[in-house]
């Protein structure tokens, strides 16, 4: 793909995602080792804090179900699973993310907040889950499934390690289509956000590849027909702040 733009490179690993390569996903690890020291900041300033009331959404559809066991995929430095922890008193939360530098900062965060006995961490890809069949209450994931090399095959995972009429809960970005957040939108995520995240990061692919992953993510109606697909019922979407990020539900 050398020589491509970004965007057209992007295209072609999620037009090859039904076949992974081990180089696309170190690719993806080695992006997110690398902005790990800076990602919780950038995540409030390049949202504008805005991702904060997102994640209070999920913890509030959360808390109407069962959610003893509870599994955060693609947990990051674990601003959701600590959420869950902390409002949803569970029994216990499990985070797990292929990137071995962003659990390393979330363990600090554990340690603060005296939660390491409640949230347990594995080093484990979301699409080879490493845990037995109908082992949660609960999965959710928050800015994750859009990273998935193979979509429906970390689908197909999340629903087979939940339990019988477990729920998951995916929060992720999506596209405005309403004139002007639209234009407003795509101006801020393709000029913007790739020069405030390359001064804040010192990456010179990661707030690159934040939009392209959104564009060319299946949101609204799209994803939830993934979510059907791979068995989940009683499907729902529900967009945020004029529709720059959406919240997905299901049940198995």
């Known amino acids: 793909m050398r020589g491509k733009s970004d965007k057209e490179a992007f295209r072609i690993m999620k037009e090859q995602s039904s076949k992974p390569t081990i180089a696309q996903k170190e690719q993806v690890r080695e992006m997110f080792n690398s902005i790990a020291p800076k990602y919780d900041l950038l995540n409030h300033v390049l949202s504008v804090g805005i991702d904060i009331s997102w994640r209070k959404k999920v913890i509030r559809i959360i808390e109407n179900y069962p959610h003893k066991f509870i599994l955060d995929v693609a947990t990051g430095t674990g601003d959701l699973a600590i959420a869950a922890a902390t409002k949803l008193n569970p029994e216990k939360v499990t985070g797990v993310d292929i990137a071995a530098e962003m659990l390393r900062y979330q363990e600090i965060k554990l340690e603060k907040r005296n939660l390491n006995n409640l949230i347990e961490l594995r080093l484990g890809d979301g699409e080879s889950l490493p845990f037995d069949d109908n082992s949660f209450d609960v999965v959710m994931v928050a800015f994750g499934v859009r990273n998935f090399e193979n979509l429906q095959k970390g689908l197909a995972e999340m629903y087979r390690v939940l339990k019988k009429e477990g729920l998951i809960v995916i929060l992720e970005f999506s596209k405005p289509v309403k004139f002007p957040v ?6 801020y995520f393709t000029r913007i956000l790739p020069s405030i995240g390359r001064m804040m990061s010192r990456s010179s692919s990661a707030y690159t590849y934040l939009p392209n992953s959104v564009e060319y993510f299946p949101s ?15 499907t729902t979407v529900k ?8 919240i997905y539900t299901g049940k198995k």
Do not use: E
């Open 182 to 187: 639209k234009q407003l939108y795509n101006f």
């Open 220 to 234: 609204g109606k799209k994803f939830t027909a993934y979510l059907q697909r791979t068995g989940f019922l009683q």
């Open 239 to 246: 967009p945020l702040t004029l529709g720059i990020a959406s």
